[in-house]
């Protein structure tokens, strides 16, 4: 094509221009580590919060009954504020069965968990939770090849270790709470492999609406036979409100944390909910764990941030089980 101030050629045809495409330079996501630790951190802070509800609620209300009001609140929440401009696309998924498996998953941790805290300490509790991101390390490498080394065997190693020390047989803690906490971390993981299997092919909020809407179905079904407890109070009746605040919150902050900063980055953050878990047992309970649980703590924590530093990539999900 000739420009406007070129000397003059011979007549001859000439083509016609062809249009010229122009595209957008491609938007570059800044990467905010600060901010993103700062709100993963407040996420971890309102899901220690709703642990510490769940506790005080299920000494007085059957564990159904309170996962239904949380589950039942998110819901309603998620709607309002998602239904107008996302309409139908919020139940759309790619894999049904298996997003319908993962928000099962997610319905018996949730009452196992809960069933975990009526009977242990807020921080031992939470501390045995904490298991799943080693099983997930452990489970990783046969179900989704991922190749784990040495070191983050080693650390798995070690975090067992410490679950043995808090768990250990002739402590004070109830064996049966023991259980249900262990079988809730298997279900985290199993949860956690899940999540990262439709990571792929499905969005975040349509997942957590998913696990919402089945969540209130399954423990709706199971209200009939668990409607005892004592009179709601304004104040009950705000905690039993709460619990789908901070659990819907707790989430959307986990999610844009993870959208400021890299997943390497934020993963060994996620152990600073045992740290929270611990002050409001303190706080709320007066609870304060043993030394040999202490120290059982303390290398679990130090394992399993240990764990998450290794892991490079940073593929496994924080130690999210809400």
């Not at 996620?270 to 709320?284: C, E, H, K, T």
Request: charge should be positive; charged fraction near 10%; glycine fraction near 10%.
């Amino acid at each position: 094509m000739v420009g406007r101030d070129a000397p003059p050629f011979p007549a001859c045809p000439v083509p016609p221009a062809r249009p010229v495409r122009v595209t957008a330079p491609a938007v570059t996501r800044v990467s905010r580590p600060l901010r993103g630790a700062a709100l993963l951190a407040g996420a971890l802070l309102l899901f220690a919060c709703l642990d510490a509800t769940v506790k005080h609620l299920t000494a007085e209300y059957p564990v159904p009954l309170v996962a239904s009001v949380r589950y039942a609140v998110q819901l309603l929440l998620m709607t309002a504020l998602l239904a107008p401009s996302r309409g139908r696309e919020l139940l759309v998924t790619q894999r049904p069965w298996l997003v319908a498996a993962r928000s099962l998953t997610l319905v018996l941790l949730t009452l196992l968990m809960n069933s975990a805290l009526q009977r242990l300490p807020l921080a031992e509790a939470t501390a045995l939770s904490f298991a799943a991101p080693l099983l997930v390390v452990l489970l990783a490498q046969p179900l989704l090849r991922e190749r784990v080394g040495w070191l983050r065997g080693a650390g798995v190693l070690a975090g067992f270790a410490g679950v043995l020390l808090i768990a250990r047989p002739g402590g004070n803690l109830d064996p049966l709470g023991v259980t249900l906490a262990l079988l809730a971390a298997g279900s985290n993981a199993a949860y956690q492999l899940l999540s990262r299997l439709l990571s792929g092919t499905e969005r975040p909020v349509n997942l957590l609406y998913s696990s919402a809407l089945i969540g209130t179905l399954c423990f709706g079904l199971m209200l009939p036979w668990f409607l005892d407890g004592p009179p709601l109070t304004p104040l009950r009746a705000a905690l039993f409100l709460s619990l789908g605040v901070t659990g819907g919150g707790g989430h959307l902050l986990f999610t844009l944390a993870f959208r400021e900063a890299p997943a390497s980055f934020l993963a060994p953050i996620s152990y600073l909910q045992l740290v929270w878990a611990a002050l409001l047992g303190l706080l709320i309970f007066g609870h304060v764990p043993d030394p040999l649980a202490l120290t059982g703590m303390g290398i679990l924590l130090a394992a399993g941030v240990s764990v998450a530093a290794f892991g490079g990539r940073g593929k496994e999900e924080a130690g999210s089980r809400k």
